[in-house]
């Protein structure tokens, strides 16, 4: 029988610590909302009373009906010399009304003496006393050991005099907190062993930052070492280099070691679950990512495209559907006929190894990634491509010209762009001005086109970037632009190379446009 674990999201604290990560009270509340349904058992809102925001979220977090995760509110132990029941800070945690309240309390002789300035005795008194007062307010408390291995290192005895303190007040759980994420692999299985023996598994956690690029590693070096618990972020976000990544570890937990936990039922959400969170906190997924990452099961050269395609485990570690990714072909210069096909496949062609239009296509794609084109980021250039050799590509429109001017007048930058368009035996000659001069080429393109398309009022230009190709040649060399669109949930990338970036843009652009008329063609085929 597998090992039931904790799961311990504190996103919404630890996680808001890291550098550009900021959530809105909406935002907070759809994230306990998305992790509550995914199956967290506990999820950590922040410092109640600590600023606007978070007074907000626990105000209105009350009125939430979570069918799983109980919410928990984070504070610290009471004053030295003070009494619990007066201790402003433990009230506050109480005035939250959360059923959970997190204390962290210091266990690091350095910390006690230096920072908080007061005995080691008293340390002890403070952690017992308010943690005993707010269980007898018929809250569960979770105790954060902070700096614990550090703490050990300097003084293992009293470090586990403080856990000791925690358990006799009625903590439910002792967590293990390296919060300077330092500690190596074999000195924390080592720590967290000693703790499991004096304590009993189910009442230890771990929770661990990536300081030294370790957070995953010791937070399931942890678990293996029989702690029951484990806190974490989704993604990993959190202060300096970030918290243990939850998105990794569960996979790890529930498919590599004997555990589960009750999300792992839901863990084919794992990799929406990471886009979600991205997406709130207005960053690019990370594209390599374990597990869910774009590039986590994208195969580019042809024999692990092949052996890939007929024994899966050959070059993936895991069915990659097992926590909601899939397998991807990357087609570039490398490619040979079996990774010709398979991303064909991929792009909804059937061919045949044996068909007479691989070897143009492999000659063309080899031809053009020399040139500098690159189509790991732009299938929708690459599926057009193919449907060209294949006979099936469409062209809905001709290009007769276009013309870009860019021009400053008394302290205003603005460009205009020009653009001729036959659709069968019509012509359509628009102008169109904005900020730049590719916003100009995209408004004017569209404008030209959506009286005989009008689905193209739906499509929108979400991302731009330009690589330098040779920049040796200074400004004369080769660029390269890649187009990011997209209407809805739906996102596609083009690509265009010239000497002239105007130029490159254009390509990529008039590509965006075909394969949105390309698609929808398909659709309603």
Same mark, same amino acid.
């Given at each position: 029988m597998k090992r039931a674990i904790k799961i311990y999201d504190t996103t919404l604290r630890d996680g808001t610590q890291g550098e550009g990560i900021s959530f809105s009270v909406t935002d907070k509340l759809r994230i306990a909302e998305r992790l509550d349904q995914f199956g967290v058992d506990y999820i950590e809102g922040g410092f109640p009373g600590s600023n606007p925001r978070d007074i907000t979220f626990f105000n209105e977090a009350r009125q939430l009906r979570l069918k799983h995760a109980r919410l928990a509110a984070f504070g610290s132990t009471r004053r030295a010399g003070a009494k619990a029941p007066e @201790?402003? /800070?433990?009230?506050? #945690?109480? @005035?939250? /009304?959360?059923?959970? #309240?997190?204390?962290?309390?210091?266990?690091? #002789?350095?910390?006690?003496?230096?920072?908080?300035?007061t005995t080691p005795e008293e340390n002890l008194a403070m952690i017992e006393d308010s943690i005993r007062y707010l269980v007898a307010q018929g809250r569960e408390v979770i105790y954060d050991a902070e700096h614990f291995f550090d703490g050990y290192r300097a003084n293992a005895d009293y470090a586990l005099q403080t856990l000791a303190a925690a358990l006799r007040g009625g903590a439910s759980n002792l967590t293990l907190c390296d919060t300077n994420g330092g500690t190596m692999v074999h000195d924390f299985e080592a720590i967290v062993g000693r703790a499991v023996r004096e304590f009993g598994g189910d009442r230890v956690g771990v929770h661990c930052h990536n300081d030294s690029g370790l957070g995953v590693a010791l937070s399931l070096a942890g678990i293996q070492s029989g702690a029951g618990l484990v806190q974490g972020t989704v993604n990993g976000y959190g202060e300096r280099t970030g918290n243990a990544n939850l998105v990794t570890i569960l996979p790890s937990l529930f498919l590599k070691l004997d555990t589960t936990a009750a999300c792992a039922g839901h863990l084919g959400q794992l990799r929406e679950l990471s886009l979600f969170f991205d997406e709130l906190a207005n960053l690019r997924p990370d594209t390599k990512a374990p597990y869910v990452g774009a590039s986590a099961f994208a195969h580019k050269g042809g024999l692990h495209a092949n052996a890939a395609q007929k024994v899966k485990s050959s070059y993936e570690h895991i069915d990659p559907a097992l926590v909601g990714n899939r397998t991807r072909v990357l087609v570039s210069d490398m490619a040979g006929r079996s990774s010709v096909v398979l991303k064909a496949r991929e792009l909804g062609f059937e061919l045949d190894e044996k068909s007479e239009a691989i070897k143009p296509l492999i000659e063309e794609l080899k031809e053009l990634e020399f040139r500098g084109y690159e189509f790991e980021a732009a299938d929708a250039s690459l599926q057009l491509l193919i449907a060209r050799h294949l006979g099936r590509r469409t062209d809905f429109f001709s290009v007769e010209g276009y013309r870009v001017i860019i021009e400053r007048h008394k302290g205003e930058l603005w460009a205009e762009a020009t653009v001729k368009i036959r659709v069968g035996d019509r012509s359509y000659h628009t102008v169109s001005e904005a900020a730049g001069p590719i916003s100009a080429l995209d408004r004017a393109l569209r404008l030209a086109l959506e009286k005989e398309f009008p689905q193209l009022a739906e499509m929108q230009l979400r991302d731009y970037k330009v690589r330098i190709l040779e920049s040796n040649q200074g400004a004369g060399s080769r660029t390269r632009v890649l187009v990011e669109s997209g209407e809805g949930h739906s996102v596609w990338g083009t690509v265009g190379v010239s000497d002239n970036i105007v130029d490159a843009s254009w390509e990529a652009l008039r590509e965006a446009v075909v394969y949105k008329l390309f698609s929808s063609a398909a659709r309603s085929s």
């Open positions: @201790d402003p /800070q433990l009230r506050t #945690l109480l @005035d939250s /009304q959360m059923p959970v #309240l997190t204390l962290v309390g210091k266990t690091w #002789l350095l910390h006690v003496t230096e920072i908080l300035r």
